[in-house]
């Protein structure tokens, strides 16, 4: 099993959210906001899953309240923002940080020193795309939309 799949995070409802079940499924990794001029990808994120998950695509979205303060909320006020804003069905996590002494163990995987992609996440909807076995395949800047058509053509490359 990969490193990525080895990783259990905290889902937004506070269960865990083991990554083991994604194995075999392409997963989009991406850091999001509820307060951010980008926040509107969430309905871009939300039509990706739908167009894609039958397919083996999971969007996994990771609330950060790193960048000037753009997710304040409580989880649940995170989860009602998402379901009456954008109706996202999609997995969300738990509040995690992204960079500095505090990244979680994923973005470490991710982002970290001797990462495919490494460097520090620069701000709020930044996209990671894991392969079936666990691989990180592409790294997407944040104000590159998840129906950009390098996103969609990486997707469905990585999808087979």
Request: proline share 7%; aromatic share 10%.
């Amino acid at each position: 099993m990969s490193a990525f799949h080895d990783l259990t995070l905290k889902a937004l409802n506070g269960e865990d959210l083991p990554l083991a079940p994604f194995k075999g499924q392409v997963v989009l990794v991406v850091n999001v906001a509820s307060k951010c001029g980008l926040t509107p990808q969430y309905k871009a994120l939300e039509n990706l899953y739908q167009q894609y998950k039958d397919k083996g695509l999971t969007v996994i979205g990771l609330p950060c309240n790193q960048f000037a303060g753009q997710e304040p909320g409580s989880e649940e006020e995170i989860r009602t923002f998402c379901n009456l804003n954008y109706g996202v069905t999609f997995p969300l996590g738990g509040k995690l940080e992204v960079n500095g002494p505090q990244r979680h163990a994923l973005y470490r995987l991710l982002a970290g020193e001797g990462a495919e992609f490494p460097g520090d996440i620069s701000w709020n909807f930044e996209k990671f795309l894991v392969g079936k076995d666990g691989r990180v395949l592409a790294r997407f800047a944040p104000r590159t939309t998840p129906d950009d058509p390098a996103v969609v053509q990486a997707i469905e490359k990585a999808l087979g």
